[in-house]
């Protein structure tokens, strides 16, 4: 049986009875939703007229009625709705209307879904769904697109300004901007974001003119916190989530970055004022909102730098100052508050860079280049390494001025060891370390020895193993030199036919590692010599390749001066025990005879009977009984001196070591420079000089900060001692000669 031919008119008039009817279910009007008989007979209008053979297919023709369909639907009905409605209102409608629109695509693309099957898959023409869309995209959209964008944008401003306004409504405007694009966001982005960014960059411009004028920088910020807290809620609640790094990058903009310089710097309030205040809340505001900018940070480092290089240059200052009040007395006492108060400000400043600044490297940097400032000033005469050295002694020592618990000496030389690392001559702090340390370990000085190991191993950790192999060595050389009195002791008591003929303690040590003594060829009394001998034989019975060195001038004695009030004990160094033993063969002598039998240099000797006549215990007295030394002086015993103790120390005048630290520290780098230029041309073989001397300064830097006049005389003393030549053509070349 044949299909009856469906002709054009005719079924679109039926298909046309099906459209008013969605039309007007779509409008609200009485209307009985579809049924399933509905549906399933409009579908298969459809399909007929789709399947008739030509030239009754009518495929091209409904296709093209489909969308005069939705044409003609929005200008006779949704647009005049739209154009008679302003602001809030017109957008409700336009709400309704695409949803509408959106429900009306569904259905019909339904009722003509065999176009889509076959005809537009064949064909390759544009889907039943998007042509409808795109109806309402050309049509409506593209007139209202501007309207909306104001109003929307009206709205926000107002939501901005603290009112109340529907954004369940924005929310769904702005969806419409997305959905129009059908996967593209270019309509949203162009037709909406573009102007939403340019008006909030105007909006948070004329606040932050007046803010900058009105507020503290502390407000100021807290205001900028709360503005891009809530342009964020913004996002979350209506706009799309693409748009919220932009629109956060236009407030920090026109918040942060335009006004950064006037907002940090302000009089009362800015960086330095809330540093200045420790206002640490504040500051970690500014970390939060500036370390998302671009380069935000820097200013803010370079005040905390500056801040911190003022606040420790004026500690050390106000040292200096307070020494060269004092004179040359108590300079000490000074040195050890200014390192007190460094480790104090470093503390302080470092839970700064922690904390309100979350371990940001350029903090790091600035707090180090500010350190670096003020910690290599020296205090009257004295450098920071040897401050640092003094520090340490003094809560290293038996009695020092800081009564400290383990603990605290431990956290105390933890912070020490920091410190080193802002101060470019390490060597030198080295060398005075070492200078202390031996007088500590030696005069028995050392307060505990776990300490001395504890710091030397957090030494070794900062500086490497080659800074603290010479001290390690001093403290390994000392228990060792333990082992060898006891078996020394052990000795005399096996061998009763050798006496020294008093108690003998020898501390031996390896020359290698101890600061160099200047040891005299001292005539020592009879006494003296027995020992020296006995102690000898000894030594050679345990080792006979090794050359004992015997330095005086670090021994002590204890004597006994038989003064006719009473006997006392006195406690002196070897020198003043030898010249003090000349007065039991005779009651007076000159200078020149105590010069002659001691075989002692005159500035030594000068000392020796300065310590024993002029100063606190007249143990000699002089003629002329004046105040200073001098050749033509005579000396006797004072057999009538006396003291209330029994046991009295006669301290030697001390002798300004710091100059021969120096000396000692400044061979030590010309050795050092050396070995680096040797080093760098040996593997490079040709090296222009400026190449030259900033590798050799890298290399060094570690250790000390190298004169470049120093590396220049050193690269001619090479020269000169044939390990490099200069190239014949370019004189700034320099050869390695192997």
Same mark, same amino acid.
């Given at each position: ?37 509905? !549906? ?5 209008? =459809? ?46 409608? #336009? ?22 099957? !076959? ?44 009112? $109340? ?24 982005? $162009?037709?909406?974001?573009? $102007? ?90 500014? !970390? ?148 202390? #340390? ?20 957090? #030494? ?24 060898? $009195? ?18 003998? @303690?020898? @501390? ?50 204890? =004597? ?67 105040? @200073? ?110």
């Amino acid at each position: 049986m044949e299909r009856k031919i469906i002709e054009l008119d005719q079924g679109w008039d039926y298909m046309q009875k099906g459209i008013t009817k969605l039309k007007r279910i779509l409008e609200g009007l009485p209307e009985a939703q579809f049924n399933s008989e509905e !549906y399933m007979m409009l579908y298969t209008t =459809i399909y007929n007229m789709c399947t008739q053979k030509p030239p009754y297919d009518y495929s091209q023709q409904l296709y093209d009625k489909y969308r005069e369909a939705f044409e003609e639907y929005i200008t006779t009905t949704v647009m005049p709705s739209l154009r008679e409605k302003h602001d809030e209102f017109m957008l409700r409608e #336009l709400v309704q209307r695409w949803a509408n629109h959106k429900i009306m695509v569904r259905w019909l693309s339904r009722f003509f879904h065999y176009l889509d099957r !076959y005809f537009i898959a064949r064909r390759s023409l544009p889907a039943l769904n998007e042509v409808g869309l795109s109806c309402f995209r050309d049509l409506v959209y593209r007139e209202v697109n501007a309207n909306a964008r104001v109003a929307v944008i009206g709205l926000i401003d107002k939501e901005r300004e603290g009112e $109340q306004i529907d954004r369940a409504l924005l929310k769904n405007v702005i969806d419409i901007f997305v959905e129009i694009g059908m996967g593209q966001m270019d309509a949203y982005e $162009q037709d909406f974001e573009t $102007q939403l960014l340019n008006d909030t960059g105007d909006y948070y411009s004329r606040k932050a003119s007046n803010w900058i004028l009105e507020d503290s920088c502390p407000d100021y910020m807290l205001k900028a916190e709360e503005c891009l807290r809530r342009e964020r809620d913004r996002v979350s609640h209506y706009l799309h989530s693409s748009s919220e790094q932009k629109l956060v990058e236009k407030v920090q903009n026109e918040l942060l970055v335009v006004y950064a310089t006037q907002l940090l710097e302000k009089e009362h309030s800015g960086c330095r004022a809330l540093l200045r205040d420790d206002k640490v809340e504040d500051l970690s505001r500014i !970390y939060r909102l500036y370390h998302k900018i671009t380069k935000g940070l820097d200013p803010v480092a370079a005040v905390f730098k500056q801040h911190v290089t003022a606040e420790g240059t004026a500690l050390v200052q106000a040292a200096e100052d307070a020494t060269s009040n004092q004179g040359s007395t108590g300079s000490g006492a000074q040195e050890q508050v200014l390192v007190r108060k460094i480790i104090e400000l470093h503390d302080k400043y470092m839970a700064y860079v922690n904390d309100c600044f979350i371990n940001h490297s350029l903090f790091h940097k600035a707090l180090k280049e500010a350190f670096e400032v003020f910690c290599n000033k020296a205090v009257s005469g004295s450098s920071s390494a040897e401050l640092l050295a003094g520090f340490c002694d003094n809560i290293l020592k038996k009695g020092g001025s800081e009564k400290l618990s383990d603990e605290a000496i431990e956290e105390t030389l933890e912070k020490v060891v920091k410190l080193l690392a802002y101060i470019s001559d390490k060597d030198l702090f080295a060398e005075f370390y070492r200078k202390k #340390l031996a007088r500590r370990l030696l005069f028995d000085r050392s307060a505990n020895e776990d300490h001395e190991k504890s710091i030397l191993t957090k #030494l070794k950790q900062q500086c490497g193993g080659q800074f603290t192999s010479k001290m390690e060595g001093m403290v390994t050389d000392l228990t060792v030199a333990r082992d060898n $009195q006891v078996n020394f002791e052990e000795y005399l008591k096996s061998n009763e036919n050798v006496s020294p003929g008093m108690d003998l @303690t020898v @501390t031996v040590l390896t020359t290698g590692y101890w600061p160099s003594y200047k040891s005299f060829d001292l005539n020592l009394p009879e006494e003296m010599v027995r020992c020296v001998e006995v102690f000898k034989a000894f030594y050679e019975t345990k080792t006979k390749h090794r050359k004992l060195t015997w330095i005086y001038s670090l021994g002590t004695c204890h =004597i006994n001066g038989k003064f006719e009030p009473k006997t006392i004990e006195l406690v002196v160094s070897t020198y003043q025990a030898a010249l003090l033993l000349l007065f039991n063969t005779a009651e007076k002598l000159s200078y020149s005879e105590i010069l002659t039998q001691l075989n002692l240099t005159h500035d030594d000797l000068v000392r020796l009977l300065h310590s024993l006549s002029c100063a606190k215990y007249k143990i000699l007295l002089k003629e002329p009984a004046t105040k @200073t030394v001098s050749p033509n002086d005579n000396f006797e015993f004072n057999s009538k001196f006396t003291d209330r103790l029994r046991r009295i120390k006669i301290p030697l005048p001390p002798v300004d070591e710091r100059k021969k630290v120096i000396e000692d520290v400044d061979k030590d780098r010309r050795y050092a420079i050396d070995a680096a230029i040797v080093r760098i041309m040996k593997s490079r073989k040709v090296l222009g000089h400026q190449q030259l001397v900033m590798e050799c300064v890298e290399q060094l830097g570690r250790m000390f900060k190298p004169d470049i006049k120093a590396i220049k005389k050193r690269i001619e003393d090479l020269i000169t001692r044939d390990y490099l030549e200069r190239d014949k053509e370019n004189p700034n070349m320099f050869k390695y000669l192997a």
